[in-house]
């Protein structure tokens, strides 16, 4: 408990330093408005944008894509990380791509997804999408392996369906890999959409953003990313409780 | 089934799915006869990455992506590790960056590029600062990891035959930690070259992010797909290499890290 509090002093103390060095070099030290906006800028900004209501649509426009591609990328992810389990052969032909695929930086693709699929939601959902079905894939096909032996044979032995042993042994033991890697899929599908918007986009954080800089309205621009950092905090607080409740076997 | 047919079909296998990825492709692009344009056929592809490696600006533009990918990995990577030791090693260091260090891994890093390109200005020095924020997360959560998980007694050991600070961060600390930081560094590496073409789809002067920028905007498809295909060989190749020089150097270290890490 000490430790704690000792812990909080400290952070406190460099929080408060960087607040008063950031504060100081924008007063003092001379930095403009649109190079570094002061904490009372932003503050400003974020109120225009959120209270003003001006960022609203933005954050509606990003959430909604992030969350269909979320949804579909993990979904997708899933199942065919089921199948590849399931099937011992699809395992040897398809696992080796999949990985290798794993050290491909996949946003470059974005422009060739706009080029396809237009300016709108549909090129944001799949690359979301295309982003969070990595992890959830590797996690589901980690996770469902990592089922008990006995447990499989003991189910085994009673002849039981390889969905029934899927549902009730396999996706228990790949719960926590599921839930780990929901949390990064939060944050993919979240950068997904964001680069999807800064290559052609009409709304969203990421046109924001991007817009705004031209505008050298560098005060948005932190807003924007505030927002959008708390976007991904909140997701990755809803996953947690999710898992807190679906996986409640397993504490701490 | 003998062992030699099944070691032979599992390093066939992937070539296997790509040759048959190929074949669809070639399928597609017979049977519904799309134009060029939308999706040109693998030879047309090929053709045209033939010609572009041979003109000398694709890998021209290549080379400015890696260098500037490379160059930003050793800054972030030497950044990270710093602060991980600093906060190892330093009870008060921990105190004070913990949550500073919190606040800086919830910003999605490849948000900020348009605002790395108004700080930092045009050209190769916006990827390397870009690249630098994003590595910097990956290795310093590993090497901090690794560091901490250092065997105790060894420490007391050393420390009782009088090794002073330096010899035991080198002696004991750095071997220990070495797994976990190449797990870092393997996760960053896609994460480098991830945020160095994500800075020149934003603003760059050149790179393959540009390339693919503009052949994707004038619908030239076989340009784009050059370019994606020689990103993938790059991508492939430098993780290949970072696995190679991790069996050199933590030569003790006989199985694969299972740690299951997905990059975007």
Redo the contacts between chains.
């Keep these: 408990m000490k430790d704690a509090a000792?812990?909080m002093?400290?952070?406190t103390?460099?929080?408060l330093a960087?607040g008063l060095l950031w504060w100081w070099a924008t007063h003092a030290g001379g930095f403009d408005k649109s190079?570094l906006p002061s904490p009372a800028d932003v503050g400003g900004a974020l109120q225009a944008g959120l209270f003003g209501g001006s960022l609203y649509p933005h954050i509606l426009a990003t959430g909604r894509a992030a969350i269909a591609g979320l949804a579909l990328g993990v979904g997708i992810g899933i199942a065919a990380g089921a199948l590849v389990v399931l099937v011992p052969l699809l395992q040897?032909?398809?696992l080796?791509?999949v990985t290798?695929?794993?050290?491909?930086?996949?946003?470059?693709?974005?422009?060739?997804i706009?080029?396809?699929l237009g300016f709108g939601l549909a090129s944001k959902v799949f690359t979301a999408a295309m982003?969070a079905f990595?992890?959830a894939f590797?996690?589901a096909v980690?996770g469902l392996r990592a089922a008990d032996r006995a447990h499989l044979e003991l189910l085994r032995a009673c002849s039981a369906s390889p969905l029934h042993t899927l549902w009730n042994v396999r996706l228990p033991a790949a719960a926590p890999?599921l839930f780990a890697?929901l949390q990064?899929?939060v944050?993919?599908s979240?950068?997904?959409v964001?680069?999807s918007e800064?290559?052609a986009a009409t709304e969203g954080?990421?046109y924001v953003?991007?817009a705004?800089?031209l505008e050298?309205d560098?005060s948005m621009?932190?807003a924007a990313?505030l927002v959008?950092?708390a976007m991904?905090?909140a997701g990755g607080l809803m996953v947690r409780l999710l898992q807190h409740h679906v996986v409640f076997w397993r504490r701490g | 089934m003998s062992l030699a047919p099944a070691g032979a079909?599992?390093v066939a296998?992937?070539f296997?799915?790509?040759a048959a990825l190929v074949l669809a492709w070639w399928l597609a692009t017979r049977v519904f006869g799309t134009p060029t344009m939308?999706l040109p056929d693998p030879a047309t592809t090929l053709q045209r990455l033939a010609a572009d490696l041979g003109s000398g600006e694709l890998l021209r533009d290549a080379l400015a992506t890696v260098s500037a990918a490379a160059l930003g990995y050793v800054l972030g990577v030497g950044l990270a590790f710093a602060l991980a030791a600093a906060m190892a090693l330093s009870r008060?260091a921990?105190?004070?960056?913990?949550?500073?260090v919190m606040a800086f891994q919830?910003?999605?890093k490849?948000?900020?590029?348009?605002?790395i390109?108004?700080?930092v200005g045009f050209g190769m020095q916006s990827s390397v600062a870009l690249v630098a924020l994003a590595c910097i997360y990956p290795v310093f959560v590993n090497s901090l990891t690794g560091l901490r998980a250092v065997d105790a007694n060894l420490v007391d050991l050393y420390r009782a035959c009088g090794a002073g600070r330096w010899r035991i961060f080198w002696a004991v600390r750095m071997p220990s930690a070495a797994p976990q930081l190449f797990v870092g560094l393997e996760i960053s590496?896609?994460f480098a070259?991830?945020a160095a073409?994500?800075m020149e789809?934003?603003a760059g002067e050149r790179g393959?992010?540009v390339r693919?920028?503009a052949a994707?905007?004038t619908?030239d498809?076989a340009g784009?797909f050059g370019?994606?295909a020689l990103?993938?060989v790059i991508?492939?190749a430098?993780?290949?290499l970072l696995r190679a020089f991790r069996r050199r150097l933590v030569f003790w270290q006989r199985e694969e890290p299972t740690a299951?890490e997905?990059?975007?």
């Design positions: 000792k812990t002093l400290g952070s103390c460099s929080l960087l190079v040897l032909f398809l080796p791509v290798a695929m794993q050290s491909i930086p996949k946003v470059a693709l974005a422009p060739l706009v080029a396809y982003l990595f992890p590797l996690a980690a890999y890697a990064v899929a944050v993919f979240l950068i997904g964001v680069v800064f290559i954080l990421g953003i991007k705004r800089s050298l560098v621009m932190f990313i959008l950092c991904g905090v | 079909l599992r296998a992937p296997v799915t790509v939308l008060l921990e105190r004070l960056l913990v949550v500073p919830s910003i999605p490849v948000a900020l590029a348009p605002l390109y108004l700080w590496v896609v070259l991830l073409v994500v789809l934003v393959l992010g693919i920028q994707s905007a619908l498809m784009v370019a994606v990103l993938a991508g492939i430098c993780s290949a299951v997905a990059t975007a």
